[in-house]
């Protein structure tokens, strides 16, 4: 096994904990749903290089959507390398359904 395979099966690992976390909504590890800084509606959503994500993962302050943003982000990089193309896309889009069908239960929950 390759560097790049033995990465992206350490990253899925990852996923995999992340979404058993989500299953059972304990979010208690983590900070808010989503922390939105200044310009972030400006920057490409898959770039892991547009916040400091390990220094976030290590204070302990990254928020749901920035790890999630990071994980789906590594392993894009990690399936460009090995020209696994589709499989951007379908992580991409289970990534899409998943989180804005979350975000659509906070904003309904929301009080005006």
Not at 30 to 39: A, K
Not at 46 to 62: E, G, H, M, Q
Request: proline share 4%.
């Amino acid at each position: 096994m390759d560097l790049f395979e033995h990465a992206l099966l350490q990253f899925k690992e990852l996923e995999e904990s992340f979404n058993h976390i989500w299953r059972e909504k304990n979010f208690s590890w983590f900070g808010p749903l989503i922390n939105v800084t200044s310009g972030d509606d400006t920057l490409p959503l898959l770039s892991v290089a547009k916040k400091p994500y390990r220094d976030l993962i290590l204070a302990n302050t990254i928020s749901v959507f920035d790890l999630r943003i990071f994980i789906l982000g590594r392993q894009c990089e990690l399936l460009a390398k090995l020209g696994r193309i589709s499989d951007i896309a379908t992580n991409a889009l289970s990534f899409l359904a998943r989180f804005s069908q979350r975000l659509r239960t906070v904003v309904v929950s929301k009080p005006n």
